[in-house]
């Protein structure tokens, strides 16, 4: 699915100019903003930036967003850990 968004002509000629990094930095802020507002899973949001547990658990604390681990989290985690 494809979205189009309505953005303010200043903000969208500020994105218009930002380098492909910088783009990526813009989509990394719309997933960890999603992610902290419970919208979306740790593990989409990784999948979404393509990073593993562990780089978008980092995304995640250079925003001081905490991370959402749930006692069925750890349960199912041990249960990995013990196979």
């Given at each position: ?7 303010p002509?200043?903000?969208?000629s ?10 990526k930095a ?24 393509a990073?593993d547990r562990?780089?978008?658990e ?22 990995l850990?013990?196979?």
């Open positions: 699915m494809r979205m189009v968004l309505d953005i002509d200043e903000l969208a500020v994105l218009h100019e930002v380098e492909p990094e910088k783009t813009v989509l990394v802020e719309m997933v960890c903003g999603l992610y902290s507002r419970g919208r979306i899973t740790g593990g989409k949001a990784a999948r979404l930036l990073l562990m780089g978008f980092g995304e995640l604390a250079k925003r001081e967003i905490p991370c959402h681990y749930t006692l069925d989290d750890l349960k199912h985690d041990a249960a850990a013990r196979s």
